[in-house]
């Protein structure tokens, strides 16, 4: 699993796997590593202040392979050491990574402070989904690098553009055709937060006259050279939490 945190105390973005998540009785609260200050964290899904509709976590891809859910009687062992912590904390269940679930010390102490430096503990740190298939844009400089890669989508078309939702989950996969100058690459928009499509007029030709890549913690703009936020409606654009690409051809 893969999100985006709103650290609505600091101000700030970032994105995180999502090592794990403790259900209580309010909110389900979620294991994250902050790569600001090197630290695992527990962050509520939303605060009570700023009620349900506001959350501090964003789904980029709610793929939760290899965990592990305990509910029930598989819960005792953690509310039990946690009593012998002195610690009174209602846990109704808890998923994640098994190492995260088996480590009772370091869950307690998430519950207790609320962080963990990741020097302090034994959790074992996981690399972005599928990796070995994309290639991530986590920073501007990535996709400066990407995009002097495809000549800035300079006499590119796209061919052929995929939008899927469903629960906790929002993508766009555009396939761009760039033969000319370096070849065909798909390219991966997860958590989609708008989008707007310009087909090409009658008689006009396909060709892309340029685009703009941005890349920050708190997400992502692909548009139309000439975009701007004013006339947004009169370009094409995509805005998403994140993005990745690979050649295809």
């Known amino acids: ?18 090592y794990g998540i403790i259900y209580d009785t309010k909110v389900e609260n979620y294991i994250v590593l902050d790569p600001l200050h090197s630290q695992f964290r527990l962050i509520p899904y939303w605060r009570p202040e700023d009620g349900p509709l506001n959350p501090q976590v964003f789904t980029i891809q709610p793929d939760r392979s290899g ?12 509310t039990t050491y946690l009593r012998t912590q002195g610690m009174n904390h209602c846990v109704l269940y808890y998923s994640g990574y098994p190492d995260v679930c088996k480590d009772h010390a370091f869950l307690a102490a998430l519950l207790a402070q609320g962080s963990v430096p990741a020097e302090d503990c034994a959790i074992a740190l996981h690399p972005l989904p599928d990796a070995d298939n994309w290639r991530y844009l986590l920073t501007q400089a990535d996709a400066d690098a990407f995009m002097h890669l495809f000549a800035g989508f300079h006499d590119s ?4 553009l995929v939008y899927e939702e469903s629960q906790g989950m929002s993508r766009i996969t555009a396939t761009f055709d760039n033969s000319g100058w370096y070849g065909v690459i798909e390219m ?3 958590g989609v937060t708008a989008i707007h499509i310009c087909p090409p007029l009658e008689n006009r030709d396909r060709f892309i006259g340029g685009a703009i890549l941005r890349v920050s913690d708190e997400g992502v703009l692909w548009a139309d050279e000439d975009f701007d936020d004013e006339t947004a409606d009169q370009y094409t654009f995509i805005k998403a939490l994140s993005t990745k690409w690979r050649k295809i051809g």
């Open 157 to 160: 078309t796209l061919d052929k």
């Open 1 to 18: 699993m893969y999100c985006r945190i709103h650290d609505q105390e600091e101000n700030r973005y970032y994105r995180s796997i999502v």
């Open 67 to 78: 965990w592990v859910d305990l509910k029930e009687s598989y819960v005792l062992p953690l």
């Open 188 to 190: 991966c928009f997860d």
